[in-house]
């Protein structure tokens, strides 16, 4: 967690828990990508990872309740590596506990939900949990090695 | 995000996506999307100015593919960008609504 981060140097993001403020992340990201040299699979990559573990902390972990917070921070690990943390006040969610949904075998099988976590899971290069004393911490890191579909990993703390 | 149509010979509707797909974008087309599942049986879905597809705009493609199948019909995707196709893959969806990058092709599907 970079401790020294602060919303006003852009290396911050709070939200309010109402879907319509996802709208706040895409030119946060792209603001970020700009300063840091993010490459472009990496930020489609964090743009879609955002959008489902914020959607999936406010319909579930605050049951669509708008007024709490969820705050994304961006951190640098070395070069080629981009963390962004994720910290909420929800009651505790692992979204690596839940389960993808079944391949399916016709187009009537196809699944209309549960798609997000799946693709978090497939689109970070790890992914860390952590249940906190008064909330969740999800840590998502994206390594630019010229894809976003290798080397999946989660960790569960 | 934008939504137009265009009717092509054949009986095929071309729906053209301009925009973000995203939670926000799925919202914006919906509507329109149930209208044109609803009414048409032969649909190609023009992705080549989507930006961005996450969930809730897999949704948005998956919904009206399983309404027009139940009406007799079939809808496929044209033109998906790499990382708008990766998305698709990621979900398996690619193996029962086909994605075509050319266009006679994805026509030709529907006819």
């Not at chain 2, 809808?75 to 994605?99: C, D, Q, R, Y």
Request: glycine share 8%; proline share 5%.
């Amino acid at each position: 967690m970079n401790t020294h981060a602060t919303e006003s140097d852009g290396e911050c993001l709070t939200l309010e828990s109402k879907l319509s403020e996802i709208a706040r992340v895409p030119p946060w990201i792209e603001k970020l990508s700009a300063r840091h040299g993010i490459p472009s699979p990496i930020q489609f990559a964090m743009d879609l990872c955002l959008e489902e573990i914020l959607s999936n902390i406010i319909r579930h972990g605050y049951a669509g309740e708008p007024n709490h917070a969820l705050m994304i921070h961006h951190r640098i690990n070395r070069e080629g590596s981009f963390t962004l943390v994720v910290e909420d006040q929800a009651p505790q969610f692992n979204p690596l506990l839940v389960s993808d949904p079944p391949v399916p075998q016709s187009l009537e099988e196809i699944s209309r939900g549960g798609h997000g976590i799946k693709l978090l899971k497939q689109f970070a290069d790890a992914i860390e949990y952590e249940r906190m004393s008064n909330g969740n911490r999800i840590t998502i890191t994206f390594i630019a090695h010229g894809s976003t579909q290798a080397g999946r990993r989660t960790t569960t703390t | 995000m934008q939504i137009s149509t265009e009717e092509l010979e054949g009986g095929v509707t071309r729906v053209i996506l301009d925009g973000r797909l995203d939670i926000v974008g799925a919202q914006a087309i919906d509507l329109k999307m149930n209208v044109i599942a609803g009414t048409k049986k032969l649909v190609l879905i023009d992705m080549q100015k989507v930006s961005f597809i996450g969930s809730m705009g897999l949704r948005t493609l998956v919904i009206p593919a399983q309404a027009i199948k139940g009406r007799g019909g079939k809808l496929v995707l044209f033109g998906p960008n790499e990382m708008v196709e990766s998305v698709l893959k990621s979900s398996a969806i690619h193996t029962l609504i086909p994605i075509y990058h050319e266009f006679q092709s994805a026509v030709a599907a529907l006819q």
